[in-house]
């Protein structure tokens, strides 16, 4: 049987034109996480502005043309603020929270969003976990970029979602694998089958895997902190 991998793959997605000024304060925000990353906080991989902008900043641009027309966004483990922050520049007119759950980068984000003169940005501290206990489906689209696998990070978004909304997950070519372990149950945690475009930039290979919130997310999601990788939901109903 089928259950919906790289034969979804059929939309190719660019990175849309950038506003000079846009693109002006993304290069600032990558000199500024440079910066960080080399003298206090370690936010990126990488220390160099060069890679900063090139594999994290502008990697995180392909999905732009997939974000709502309005409403509120959440950045689960959003590290540096990849990519929730880099959407914020690029989309005033969305209300973008990001989250992490070290206090170091979350501290540190709030100085950048305050440095870069951000007035659509959040800063939360903690765990999607807690978040959906407190701010249960209200979002119209969260988003993970190199978190975990799609199935964990399936259940950290899809408490967070509105019904008819979107969750979406940044993954590299390794998502086949991981899809394939789900075996189409999606619908357990309110989610369609997933959407997926793929995008080049430079040498690396990404894609962008959406997923329509159908129906509300069981209760007994989320389920305490560190049980979605020690038993995965799609292992525990079977």
């Known amino acids: 049987m089928n259950y919906g991998t790289s034969d979804q793959v059929h939309v190719t997605v660019e990175i849309p034109p950038l506003d000079e000024r846009v693109e002006a304060k993304l290069k600032a925000y990558s000199e500024i996480l440079a910066r960080w990353s080399s003298d206090k906080v370690r ?3 990488p220390k160099d502005e060069d890679t900063i902008w090139k594999d994290h900043v502008r990697d995180s641009l392909f999905a732009l043309e997939l974000l709502p027309k309005t409403g509120r966004l959440v ?3 959003t590290g540096g ?4 922050l880099a959407w914020a520049i690029c989309r ?4 973008i929270t990001l989250l992490d759950s070290q206090s170091k980068k979350t501290g540190a984000l709030e100085s950048i969003v ?4 951000i007035d ?21 689209l969260a988003a993970a970029r190199g978190v975990s696998e799609v199935g964990i990070v399936a259940e950290y978004l899809s408490p967070l979602v509105k019904v ?11 998502y086949r694998e991981e899809l394939a372990k789900i075996k189409g149950q999606w619908d357990l945690l309110g989610l369609d089958y997933p959407k997926i475009f793929d995008y080049s930039n430079g040498e690396r290979q990404g894609f962008l895997l959406t997923f329509r919130k159908k129906s509300h997310c069981p209760e007994v999601y989320p389920r305490r902190p560190g049980k979605a990788e020690k038993k995965p939901w799609w292992e525990a109903k079977r």
């Open 43 to 45: 936010l990126t991989g």
């Open 75 to 77: 950045d689960v483990g």
């Open 81 to 84: 603020g990849l990519p929730g």
């Open 92 to 95: 005033p007119d969305l209300e």
């Open 114 to 117: 305050s440095e870069l003169e």
């Open 120 to 140: 659509n940005v959040s800063v939360i501290w903690g765990r999607s976990e807690q978040l959906a206990l407190e701010e249960r489906e209200v979002y119209d």
């Open 164 to 174: 008819g909304g979107t969750a979406l997950s940044i993954k590299g070519p390794g």
